[in-house]
Nanobody
Framework: EVQLVESGGGMVQSGGSLRVSCAASGFAFSRYDMSWVRQAPGKGPEWVSSINTIGIADYYADFVKGRFTISRTNANNTLWMQMNSLKPEDTGIYYC??????????????WGQGIQVTVSS
């Protein structure tokens, strides 16, 4: 059974930092591009970032570029995202997703259960 379990969210003040992680199991993690998707309150899901299988190519939505960094450790099936200079509009539920690019934001079957990130002003 494919499992994606996010952790590390929480509440932080504007300008602060958080790191979220995702523990993957039940599939060959190193063979899949991975992504982060988020959903703000009252809004639809949006793609945030993707990383290729070996972690040398990463991609970001314009609204997080320069502030967020995606990474992965294939040895222990873990996906990470370091979030710096957080803004209140970054508030939402963050989902780890199996796959690449904006398309993963349209397929909930590829997501984990999500972790709440709240940024206060």
């Amino acid at each position: 059974e494919v499992q994606l379990v996010e952790s590390g969210g929480g509440m932080v003040q504007s300008g602060g930092s958080l790191r979220v992680s995702c523990a993957a199991s039940g599939f060959a993690f190193s063979r899949y591009d991975m992504s982060w998707v988020r959903q703000a309150p009252g809004k639809g899901p949006e793609w945030v970032s993707s990383i290729n299988t070996i972690g040398i190519a990463d991609y970001y939505a314009d609204f997080v570029k320069g502030r967020f960094t995606i990474s992965r450790t294939n040895a222990n099936n873990t996906l990470w995202m370091q979030m710096n200079s957080l803004k209140p509009e970054d508030t939402g539920i963050y989902y780890c997703a199996r796959g690449h690019g904006p398309a993963v934001a349209r397929d909930r079957t590829k997501w984990g259960q999500g972790i709440q990130v709240t940024v206060s002003s």
